[in-house]
């Protein structure tokens, strides 16, 4: 009879000389060394402050709760650095190299960190007309006294997220009340503040979303944990809207307003999802140099393998590739539309939505690749790459975990791909214009030709195989033809559509029928 498994005891793995190799402060060695060229004296300095912060604090964090950590890097201001704050000036680029710093301290922290003060922050900070209670909130947030959740998505409605179905009422104070339910809400379980999109009618999204700012213990308002296994410290939840009625002074985006409001969000909830999936790969890389020259097999370390130093050699030119592009969105974030938001002016729609596609482009490319990254340096470090001890250095096993968590969040995949394809035609449209216009006239005339053939094809046959078909498939016939001629007349394009391919099947079949019928005759 085998003990129970909770009975069996743990032990440790890694060999000590494994583990010190692979310490925060030499895998930021290794990252600086990369990085370093591509950043400013000043930048250099900020990146080299934060690490050193992490290594301090490192030791305080608790991977089973994320969240004890957060005042202590609140205190430093270590909670975001893309808005300004507290006389710190705010940089999408300054924001990479906190995330790069946070997340080799901890992957897990970076993420709740970052749904916390930048989803959240931004949403509140986005809002120039800030009421006290909101400003309270951002300020408690950023100090990490205070933890936030953003709530988009729902059941129903994930990627399409912008036909919610959060059913928003405005009263006549201008108190409102919010019936829905939000899903996959980071930091929701535990979160003192949710900052919540819902429409005041569900057949016009885009014309009546608001959002709203609400507090943990507001009546009605249940938040219940998920189980992610992926992310085991983190609190995501379930947040349920049952008739929660919260102050005029919550209303953070009026409805319409609201809308704009989650796409001015997400550009720059994208650039901290690209700049957090870097940190992880780049941390990720670190962990694969490191390891490989210390661990031998065959007389010799795994780098001298070229199954080994060429998939690394990939992973650095791919990652250092995305490092460089992404710090090239950030600035054009910062100079064109962050800007403009920290100083309370409307962006140039022109550059935002410039931005609005670089940012997808980075997030995709960085997202998609943070698991394949983390997945090749754990083979290249066999058994290794699977334990994940407490207190080990060793956190490839985390920063996979979180890393297969990326893709999903701001945008799955296709949705960037979606954004990227707009740019595709947005920026070739000024050149081609014409041209396309040509193109599509050219296929309608050869449309038209085609059902011009189609209509002589289905008179002739109601007239020479008339008695081959049976009733039925005549006013089919009959139905089709006059539907299709009374569509080309009135320009009705809908039914242009439906009766220009229904015509051709009706003419198969009847084809075949005739074709029977006439063979039928024969014998
Ligand atoms: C760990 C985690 C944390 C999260 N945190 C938050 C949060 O804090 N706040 C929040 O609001 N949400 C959060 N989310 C939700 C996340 O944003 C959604 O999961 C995401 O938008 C996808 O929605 P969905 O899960 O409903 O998938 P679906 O929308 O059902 O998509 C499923 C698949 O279909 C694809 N797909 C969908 N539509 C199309 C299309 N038109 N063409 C081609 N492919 C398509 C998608 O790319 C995806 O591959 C979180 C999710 C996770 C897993």
Not at 53 to 68: A, G, P, W
Not at 257 to 268: H, V
Not at 335 to 358: F, R
Request: charged share 25%; net charge positive.
């Amino acid at each position: 009879m085998p003990i129970k498994l909770s009975d069996a005891v743990y032990t440790n793995l890694l060999e000590k000389n494994f583990d010190k190799a692979l310490s925060l402060r030499n895998r930021y060695s290794f990252i600086n060394a990369n990085i370093f060229p591509l950043l400013s004296k000043e930048e250099q300095e900020l990146l080299l402050e934060f690490e050193e912060n992490c290594i301090k604090l490192q030791k305080d964090v608790n991977r089973d709760d994320v969240y004890t950590i957060a005042p202590k890097l609140g205190e430093k201001r270590m909670l975001q650095r893309m808005n300004p704050y507290d006389g710190i000036e705010g940089s999408s680029k300054h924001q990479m190299l906190l995330n790069i710093a946070v997340n080799g301290m901890a992957p897990e922290v970076d993420f709740a960190m970052t749904a916390s003060s930048i989803l959240v922050g931004n949403s509140l900070f986005h809002n120039p007309k800030r009421t006290d209670v909101q400003q309270k909130a951002l300020e408690e947030i950023w100090d990490g006294t205070a933890i936030g959740g953003i709530g988009i998505t729902e059941m129903q409605n994930g990627s399409d997220a912008v036909n919610m179905k959060t059913q928003a009422t405005i009263h006549d104070d201008k108190s409102f009340t919010y019936n829905g339910i939000k899903i996959y809400t980071t930091n929701g379980a535990v979160a003192d503040y949710y900052s919540t999109y819902g429409v005041t009618d569900i057949s016009n999204p885009r014309r009546t979303m608001m959002l709203g700012l609400f507090k943990r213990g507001d009546e009605g308002l249940k938040a219940e944990r998920l189980r992610i296994p992926a992310a085991p410290g983190i609190g995501i939840a379930k947040v349920t809207y049952d008739n929660v009625t919260v102050p005029a002074d919550r209303m953070i985006a009026e409805p319409g307003e609201g809308y704009r409001r989650l796409f001015r969000g997400l550009t720059p909830e994208r650039i901290a999802i690209t700049s957090g999936s870097l940190a992880g790969e780049w941390h990720t890389l670190a962990t694969g140099a490191i390891f490989s020259q210390i661990r031998y097999q065959f007389g010799k370390p795994l780098l001298k393998y070229q199954g080994i130093s060429h998939v690394l050699s990939d992973l650095y030119a791919h990652i250092a590739a995305y490092t460089a592009f992404a710090f090239q969105v950030a600035d054009f974030y910062d100079k064109k539309v962050g800007k403009k938001i920290h100083q309370g002016e409307k962006p140039n729609p022109m550059d935002e939505g410039t931005v609005a596609i670089l940012a997808a482009q980075a997030k995709y490319l960085a997202a998609k690749y943070s698991l394949h990254a983390a997945y090749e340096v754990v083979q290249t470090m066999g058994g290794r790459g699977a334990i994940n001890e407490p207190g080990s250095q060793n956190m490839i096993n985390r920063g996979e975990n979180v890393a297969r968590l990326m893709e999903v969040l701001g945008g799955h995949r296709n949705i960037q791909l979606m954004i990227i394809e707009a740019g595709l035609k947005a920026t070739t449209m000024m050149s081609i214009d014409r041209f396309v216009k040509k193109a599509r006239k050219n296929e309608e005339k050869t449309n038209a030709k085609v059902i011009e053939l189609y209509i002589q094809r289905a008179e002739k046959m109601l007239t020479e195989d008339a008695e081959f078909l049976s009733e039925n498939t005549k006013n089919q016939l009959n139905e089709a033809l006059t539907r299709l001629k009374t569509a080309i007349e009135t320009k009705h394009k809908v039914d242009l559509k439906a009766y220009s391919s229904a015509l051709p099947k009706i003419l198969n079949s009847a084809g075949k029928e005739a074709y029977q019928a006439r063979k039928a005759q024969k014998s």
